[in-house]
């Protein structure tokens, strides 16, 4: 009987499938003897996505709620109404959120004459196309393992343990429909400040994924860059 057919065989080819997995690994994670620093990724992290004006009104309260509870009082604030006509919609109806905000959350609020005024910054940034399907070291490795070892499960359909083959494909495709969803290609970085006189005291910036189809509604077309900063 052939060499590939014979138990000894296959328990050899299946080290050197686990060999070569790990062989990958380690050039990829463990290689001691490289020239440059290996790069290093950052901890998975979530980032919100906007998605409708609901989520607008959202991150305006988060913002005026961490912008009064900074102040150990109710802070007073300039607030000015946007009337430059060339707003974006998201500039002019989060104006309008913020404000509701800063509000509710027992601000004052004044047109003019306070020293201590809000401004808020809008940057709009478009990355090249990126995947979420990022191949782990020894994938081809294991694949072609894989298929080895399936193909010869195929000839014994008759002993039950060949059932965890297709359980396991079912399992796999389940995964695959419930992964994260994918991450766009354009972010948005909204940033809140209160400058008193010429003093800043308070600044915070919050970083939201949007579709690229809606970046109108942030910034004019084709202009990519700040939109501000805008007094309230």
Known sequence: MPCIFNGICRKTLVLIGVIAVAGCQHAAQGNRTADYPISEQFPQVYQQKLQASAHWQLIAQNEAQLLVTRFDEAPSLQL????????????????DFLAEGLLNEGAILYEAGEDARVEFNIEVIEFTARSQLNLPPGFFSATAL???????????????????????????????????????????ILTTRVRQDTRLVYSHSSIYYLRTEDTGLYQEAGAIKVRGPVTL
């Open 80 to 95: 000015s109404p946007t009337s430059s006509g060339s707003e974006s919609p998201f500039q002019r109806v989060y104006h």
């Open 146 to 188: 894989s298929a080895y070892i399936i193909g010869h499960a195929v000839e014994a359909w008759s002993n039950p343990a060949a059932l965890l083959i297709p359980a396991a494909v079912g399992a796999d495709f389940y995964q695959y429909m419930n992964a994260d969803s994918l991450t766009p290609d354009t972010e948005i």
